[in-house]
Each structure stands twice: as C-alpha cells, then as structure tokens.
C-alpha cells in the first residue's frame, strides 16, 4: 500500500543528509555577476535548512560573468539548485517574480545572493509562516535586535529610512522596514497579488505588501544587515525614481503604469537640462536664440534618452550599434511629440484661451505620444 502522507514521501538520504522529496521551501535568488557568491549561498543554505525540503532557483539577468554557468554546474550535483537563465529581460523584481511563479513550493523566499542576507532566520520564517498566523514573514533591520550594520553607507543608510517614512506615510504600510529584500511569504497568496504587481523596479517586497492593501498578515523579524562579501552593489542613484515611480502608481491603484511615469519623471529633468542648455548658449556663447533654442532642445532629448535607457527601460538597455539606432529613433520620434504638444496646445487655446491649461493639454499629449512610440519603437522587446 502506497501512503501520500509527507512524512512518508520524505527522506533523509544517509550519503549527504539531505532532505528529498517536494519541497516545502523555494528560495529565489536574483542575480546579476554573483559567480563567486552562489555557490557560498548554496552552502550557508544547506546548513541554515537541515531537515527542511528546500530548493534554490536562481533567476540570473544573463551575467557576463557566467553566474548561469557556475548554477547549472552547482545543479549537476544538486537536484535542489535551478537555474532561470533570463535573456534580453532584467530587473530585480521581475526575476524574483518570475522565480516565485516557477516554484510549487508551499512558501517562497527571497534574498540577495551577495551575503548581505542572513539565511539562518530562514528556518524562523518557515516556522512563523507554519503557524497559518502569517502570510508573510519580513525581516527587518528596525525593529529591536535589527541592525543596518556595515552593510550599507552612510548616504545609502538615510536614502533608505526616507523611502520607509514615504511609503508609510503615503502607502499606509505598517512595516518598520518597508525597504527590506528579505522576506518569505505563502505562494498561494503570492499567485493572487502577482497580476497586480510591477515586473520593474528593485522593491518587490513593498510591491506585495502594498497591493495587498492590508489584508496580509505580516510577521517581522529582526535581522544585521552583513557587508558584501563580492562584487559590487546594483543599486545606484537612479533607483531613487524608480521607487518614486512604484510609490505613485500605487497611489493612482496601478491604474498608471510604473514605466510610464518613470518616463514622465525623465521628461521632467529634460526640462531642466533644456533650460540649463539654452542658460550657457545665450550667456556664454552668445548665439542667436533660435539656435541656441534648437541646440538645447537636442541636449535635453539626449539627456532624456540616456536617463530612459539607463532607468526606464533597463530590462531593456541598448548597447553598442543598436544605441546610436536608438538615439536617433528617440530624436525622431520626439520631433514628431514637439508637433503634437504645439497642435493641440494652439487648438485647445484657440477654442478656450486658457493659456495653462491649453500648455498642460499639449505637455500631456506630447508625453504620450512619445512614450507610446518609443515604447513601440525605439525600445521595442526583441
């Protein structure tokens, strides 16, 4: 007689001690040029879950420096360690849902695989989630026994409590450390949120807890935050605005797409580079202001393609050839967007002559053209 029960279908193989059979436990690892530490992670993992069935699915953005690679000789000699080997795509949040929707494990986690995650509050996690008292399980560095430790900067460390005190304050999340990647959480309830969930940006973790508009039952533990062992941080200034982006459309209930106002907030520091511009070429050189005007408008559509493709489509960066094809593109398509801010700014104005009003008619039809065609064209998916 053949039973189902899990204490049954599980067993300890007596050559390594590990844990077979389904696993109860997937923990994703995104990852981006972390050769040198995955295998570590692997190891802490092996100790940190003993008598747990785990699996690790690493969700690499096609690293340069073979990370794949590295995992899928790892998961020739361990069955529990998988490798998403994701090409043409990137992004943290994207890969780690993704990870998640590829487990059928009963509970997923997420961590960083650069060490900077402590992996013996794993089992903690598991265990508060086993209670059925929690969805979600968080670790923090706020709450009494948490430290931010060495591992982040000065600059970095303050960036960070800002961002928690905005998106408690305009989100209504009631998380010490709203900023944390760390955490665990019940698939099942993580398959219902992901439609509502942003595939860009670097915080998932705030994603869910705020699409789930309170309705999850969070548990926090304390955590030190651990200096990076190797490699180098991905985070970069830039992700600032890609928070801001995250935390306005969950404000507008994600009926405005994160991209979409990432590439409006880009739009924004164009007109202050334009102004800048035309500032030098009329005080400086002395050029005619037409000239100066037309030279200007070229710097800041310049300035907004680099931001854009360094921000708003990373997952979708042109390099090399495909970049100059790109830039020039962008230059075209928002020649056309000039045109069409002008068309309908003078229609509007002509039929009511409310001179802001007409001027944020034509900025808003200008910004959606561009966004769509460029969208469609300039950064196209391949």
């Known amino acids: 007689m053949v039973s189902n029960t899990n204490s049954e279908q599980t067993e300890i193989s007596k050559s390594d001690a590990r844990v077979t059979g389904p696993a109860e436990l997937t923990v994703v690892l995104p990852t981006y040029n972390e050769s040198k530490n995955v295998p570590i992670v692997v190891e802490l993992l092996d100790k940190a879950l003993a008598g747990v069935a785990w699996e690790v699915i690493v969700v690499d953005d096609n690293s340069p420096d073979g990370t794949s690679q590295v995992t899928a000789d790892i998961a020739q000699e361990d069955p529990r360690v998988r490798i998403i080997q994701r090409i043409g795509r990137r992004g943290l949040s994207g890969a780690c849902i993704e990870g998640m929707l590829a487990s059928s494990s009963k509970y997923v986690a997420v961590m960083d695989a650069d060490l900077q995650h402590d992996e013996s509050l794993l089992p903690k996690m598991l265990e508060a989630l086993r209670s059925q008292n929690f969805d979600i399980c968080v670790a923090s560095r706020h709450v009494e026994g948490g430290d931010v430790g060495t591992g982040l900067s000065s600059v970095r460390a303050w960036g960070s409590n800002l961002a928690n005190n905005l998106a408690r304050k305009f989100l209504k999340v009631e998380l010490s450390d709203p900023m944390s990647g760390f955490f665990m959480l ?63 459309s969950k404000l507008f209930n994600d009926t405005i797409s994160v991209r979409f106002l990432m590439y409006s907030m880009v739009g924004g520091t164009g007109v202050v580079v334009h102004l800048i511009a035309l500032k030098i070429l009329l005080a400086i050189f002395g050029l005619q202001f037409g000239i100066a005007q037309l030279i200007a408008t070229f710097v800041a559509m310049s300035s ?49 002559p409310i001179w802001w009003f007409a001027g944020a008619a034509g900025a808003i039809m200008g910004a959606v053209w561009n966004y769509i065609v460029s969208n469609a064209l300039t950064w196209r998916k391949g």
């Open 186 to 248: 019940r698939r099942d309830r993580f398959v219902e949120l992901a439609p509502r969930l942003s595939s860009q940006g670097f915080k998932i973790m705030l994603d869910i807890v705020a699409s789930g508009k309170g309705a999850l039952r969070v548990k926090e533990l304390p955590f030190v935050f651990r200096e990076r062992q190797h490699g180098e941080s991905k985070l970069d200034t830039l992700v600032t605005m890609d928070y801001l982006g995250l935390l306005v």
């Open 304 to 352: 907004n393609f680099f931001l854009n493709n360094r921000l708003t489509y990373r997952d979708r960066r042109l390099k090399g050839l495909a970049w100059v094809k790109g830039l020039f593109t962008f230059y075209v398509i928002c020649s056309f967007g000039i045109l069409a801010n002008v068309g309908v700014a003078e229609l509007i104005y002509t039929n009511k």
